[in-house]
């Protein structure tokens, strides 16, 4: 009550922060008059002149008003805008790290532009992330004007970049891309043997559009490079035959979580199908020598009973597309993982492409937690502005609208089935259609929009309908969603990125009916005849009541359902919003109290009945309040669990980068072979043991293995003295003679060029193998609960252990590798090619479930090769290829960039396709 009462005073926290930053704006906006008076010239030289004050030791916060300043005026001469005070209040909250909450159409990408030019001034980078590639163009293109004005320079990420191209966009001072795009340039640089190659500059300021999508719901999968393993198409095809085969009693399905598990009677069943198709090594299902089937079984289940056609995924092209369940955008190129993409595809009965294997991977939450300073800006982010704080140290201000919100939000309508349901809204829409009233209908999932599509038909309403289907058009056919008259249907509203404006929009009818004009009097005379009837349609549609935004069903968050409503009403045009809502929606029936159903029910709707009450919708809210929670704790574990990896990440990139930087790693060597040598010793003659108790069998074959050597172990234990400590040091200085041989017989730029070559290649090899390791750790560490241990600390120790495991590894590997190999001249080759990296394939991989995966298969271009660095070089390591010029693979359709079959690491047009 007290609280309240101050509220109403004093005014929120929120209200007072706001507040207390238009002293801020108001010394901007009595700058703008001596603006106002400078010429283009003169306007430009203020990015110099800031720059020489920020070098004299001012601060980005003292030159903050002239700077806003600039840029208000600068873009009113190049873009005819002008900041309003509440834009300039959202600039200084993403100036100062924080989140943005504005409503939709309060022109959040101009705010952008604020604390973009104040902090590309200082030239180390700022990176605007967007959520899709159509906006990060369209950003940069549209703003691009007003930085180059101001003398900035600005790129654009996109896929199918080159890298010199990659590497020019990430070093303007402003770049814009994709969360995606962002995140798997930083794995590949360091899957990059020089420094040369790597793109990206050290993290600095980072603006995130639309940042509840990217950083809250994205977040719950990483990002994954993977490359291909062996083929297992026919396995898939046998399991899922069997699996379709299954009756309904056989297994249980549970909604919420996607998961499908047999009952026993179905684990008898599977085990009787599976002998019978001889798939079992043994006959019991669940022994160890049936663990990949089990696998199998498990992902074949989940395709078939819990992924559907047209909501999960499409077919198109003969090819399982993944559909975007926040956008319902197709997601081309990108897969499923853990065999879940193989088993759809078998259900479809589609070409089958290989598993993938992880080579990195990280998640968005410790990929943007790089950055020193990280700022975001969305209409919804108030209702997770604790997750906010808790994961990314982000707080939330809500910036005030420049016009009051004219929108009426009005009550749910409840109906008792689909079929109700969709004919009421078919009825709403007629209603609206005839009074000219623009409707935007938001729905779920592509069948559901193709549904109403149909009972739309029906009434005779002409509509658009955007969906996965129509990728390409959304754009121009949002853009038009305004217009007299017009009805748009449209899957998952979300972060479409084009702002409604009713009448239409002027630059988007420009474009589509005077694209073949060329410029002259005709094309000026046609731009002033669509700028009159846009404004002629906007004052109608404002008579008919704006845009009418009307909701199919509830989405599992609230923020999706405020970012649909938030499509209406923008700058103070009037709008309408509305929700219809059944029994049968997703959300009531898998998430919904048990309690809604049978008073629902004993209510005794009738048929084409709507009611609508303050408990329902106070129901609903309890719904999606249930299934926030749980992706919340779904992020959270992600997040438990990436740490983990993290440490061991941050220690593996950061020696990467030091091998890479220095000029020779022979020290490293050096102390590696020290450190192996000490190993084998260890193990084969433990500390305070008698010599009669030593390994010396195997001490003498783990002698030959890594060091190519057989010492005198016989001779030397005949003496009095010896010791392990003894042992050590001779094997120590008979290594270090040989390793002096070698180096002696070969030029030592050369040699140390392989040293550093081998020593990335080993590390590499070795950390995706223990990225493996950890992926299958992280599937079964949950059964460790039935033992009453906690999961995440069971998997921080293992964990901890494997990478001892794997740094040990290393230091044999490495030594084995210069120790037993030998080098011989070559014929002379082509210019020196720096290593690329395989045609890896890039995802968004859900760690636990397998749901959201993705690979984005941008094409990054590449290979992998045990000594890489030296493709071209005047040595060569003898392998299966050596020297043989004749081409056994002549006539075979192989690349001329792909690597070599005969696996010496060279290019094909560098190895035998020379030939």
Known sequence: MFGALAKSIFGSANDRYVKSLEKIVGNINALEPQLEG???????????????????????????????????????????????????????????????????????????????????????????????????????????????????????????????????????DITYGTNNEFGFDYLRDNMKHERSQQVHRPFNFAIVDEVDSILIDEARTPLIISGPTEDKSELYV???????????????ADEKSKNVSLTEEGVEEVEKRLIAAGMLETENLYDVENTQVVHHLDQALRAVVMFKRDIDYIVKDGKVVIIDEFTGRMMDGRRWSNGLHQAVEAKEGVKIEPENQTMASITFQNYFRMYPKLAGMTGTAATEAAEFWDIYKLNVVEIPTNVPVQ??????????????????????????????????VGTVSIEKSELLSHFLDKEGVKHAVLNARFHEQEAHIVAQAGRLGAVTIATNMAGRGTDIQLGGNVDFRIEDELRDLPEGPERDAGIERIKEEVAAERQKVKDAGGLFVLGTERHESRRIDNQLRGRSGRQGDPGLSRFYLCLEDDLLRIFGPDTLFAKMMNSNLSDGEAIGSKWLSKAIETAQKKVEARNYEVRKQVVEYDNVMNDQRKVVYEQRAEIMDSERVDDVVLEMRHDAINAIVGTACPPGSYPEQWDLAGLKEKIGDILGVEPPLEDWLEEDAVDPELIEQRLLDIASEKMATKMADNDETIWR????????DRLDYHWKEHLATLDALRQVVFLRAYAQKQPINEYKQEAFGLFENMLETIREDVTRVLMTMELRLAPPPPPIDLPELPDFLTGHVDPF??????????????????????????????????????????????????????GSGNKYKHCHGAA
């Open 407 to 440: 929108r009426i939000d009005e009550e749910d309508e409840f109906y008792k089935n689909t079929q109700d349901k969709f004919q009421a809204i078919a009825r709403a829409i007629r209603e609206k259609n005839e009074i000219g009233q623009p409707v935007l």
């Open 849 to 902: 479930s397998g749901e959201d995966d993705s690979n984005d298969g941008d094409g990054s271009a590449g290979r992998e090769a045990l000594f890489g660095a030296l493709a071209g070089s005047p040595m060569a390591a003898v392998g299966p290829g050596g020297s043989n010029r004749e081409n056994p693979y002549a006539g075979m359709d192989i690349s001329r960039n792909a690597p070599c079959p005969c």
């Open 238 to 252: 046998s399991i899922d035959a069997i699996v379709k085969g299954l009756e309904k009693e056989y297994y249980e």
């Open 38 to 172: 400078f010429s283009d010239e003169e306007l430009a030289a203020q990015t110099q002149k800031f720059r020489q004050q920020l070098e004299a030791g001012q601060t980005l916060d003292d030159i903050l008003p002239e700077a806003f300043a600039t840029v208000r005026e600068a873009s009113k001469r190049v873009l005819g805008m002008r900041h309003f005070d509440v834009q300039m209040v959202g600039g200084i909250v993403l100036h100062r790290g924080e989140i943005a909450e504005m409503r939709t159409g309060e022109g959040k990408t101009l705010v952008a532009t604020l604390a973009t030019y104040l902090n590309a001034i200082e030239g180390n980078g700022v990176h605007i992330v967007t959520v899709n590639d159509y906006l990060a163009r369209r950003d940069a293109e549209h703003m691009g004007r007003l930085y180059k004005f101001l003398g900035l320079t600005v790129g654009v990420i996109v896929p199918n970049l080159s890298e010199p191209q990659r590497r020019d966009a990430y070093g303007a």
């Open 753 to 760: 060029q392989v040293e550093k070559s081998i020593l990335l």
